[in-house]
């Protein structure tokens, strides 16, 4: 069986919406499970292990699986996370490295040495497509990605849509490279951005030309990870963040619901998965 498992980010819920306000942990872990998310990302750029830790007895209260965002600033840093990860019971880590050679070819080994420590340990490694890290570019990712073909990917193609500026509509070779990355991916997030932005109000309406090119993005995702799978466990991760990644208008205050848009954007992805053929 190939099973869609919907993630929410423990980031994004800090704050969770306009009002600004800090929710305890086991608010948090609680909204999640009671809204349907099968599990909880620890984003551990934006927070640190001792949260980490604080909040791991409320996932497993609420029966969500944990699962570990990495921004490892040196190669063998990486480590004490994927032990750490594996102790939490998280399915794979999504490493975001913030280790920052100037050529692909600067970048080959430390990518390689990265995956021979996750095999080592036994805990698989996504490498997130994100700006300000290791993959920050396209077309640098994709020439990682020809060199080292057990490289696999966490798709969030938001951070590449802004990176190279795409215009709508997409030409054939641009669409192209964006179907390269989504090949390599063995996990998907759901933020939807445009060429100037990295995070829209997805009811705006003149947001909705991007909103359905980054549904066509996922639905060519899942089909071709369930191509590629005969069963499994694929997840799916709604991370909108708080500002600077939300728009705010002259007053401070977000310009949207980024709790609510992520329980529609969970329901587009539970949607385009069923069309697919669903769990099966």
Known sequence: MRRLQVYQSLWSMQPHDASGEILPLDRVAGMVADAGYAGLAIDLGAADVEVAHAVRPHLEREGLTPMIVAFPRSVE????T????QDFGAPYVNVVGQVFPLTVEGAIPIIRKWIEMSDQIGMPIHFETHRNCITNDLFATLSMLDAIPEMRLAADLSHYMVDRE???PLAKWERDL????LARSDSFQGRI??????QLQIDFPQ???WVSLFQEFWREGFADWRGR???GDVVFLCELGPPEYAMTGADGREMSNRWEEALKIKAMAESIWADLGGNA
């Open 207 to 209: 947001h909705a030309q």
């Open 82 to 85: 994927l032990i750490m990860a």
């Open 166 to 168: 795409f215009k709508l």
């Open 178 to 181: 964006m179907s390269r990355c």
């Open 77 to 80: 840093s990486l480590r004490e």
């Open 193 to 198: 951005a445009s060429r100037q932005q990295i």
């Open 229 to 231: 799978n005969e069963e």
